[in-house]
């Protein structure tokens, strides 16, 4: 079956840095955009950013654009978000998400078929 398996979320002091992973396993990885949403206690879940299957189209969303880094290794079945300056509105469950719809990037939490399990980031100021 699809798994998809989130790692690297932890407790970091505002201006810090984490690296975020996503091991995908029971699909062609290749054949999927990959996404990163994010959801804070009490708030909705919301996109952090998305690539496309080759890597060569990105999108994120604007309280991220210029911190963050989202990145896939095909070969490996792995996609990536590098988190920069993080904040401590960036603390929130990070989780990664696949969808098959691979001719453009869809925004929307529905459009995706498989969710990690998240992974938690806490950011202290």
């Known amino acids: 079956q699809v798994q998809l398996v989130e790692s690297g979320g932890g407790l970091v002091q505002a201006g810090d840095s984490l690296r975020l992973s996503c091991a995908a396993s029971?699909?062609?990885?290749?054949?999927?955009?990959m996404a990163w949403f994010r959801q804070a206690p009490g708030k909705e879940r919301e996109l952090v950013a998305a690539?496309?299957?080759?890597?060569?189209?990105?999108h994120y969303t604007d309280s991220v654009k210029g911190r963050f880094t989202i990145s896939r290794d095909n070969a490996k079945s792995t996609a990536y978000l590098q988190m920069n300056s993080l904040i401590p509105e960036d603390a929130a469950v990070y989780y990664c998400?696949?969808?098959?719809?691979?001719?453009?990037?869809?925004?929307?939490?529905?459009?995706?078929?498989?969710w990690g399990q998240g992974t938690q980031v806490t950011v202290s100021s």
């Open positions: 998400a696949a969808d098959d719809w691979h001719y453009s990037l869809r925004l929307t939490s529905a459009e995706y078929d498989y």
């Open positions: 690539i496309s299957w080759s890597g060569r189209t990105t």
């Open positions: 029971g699909l062609t990885f290749s054949n999927y955009v």
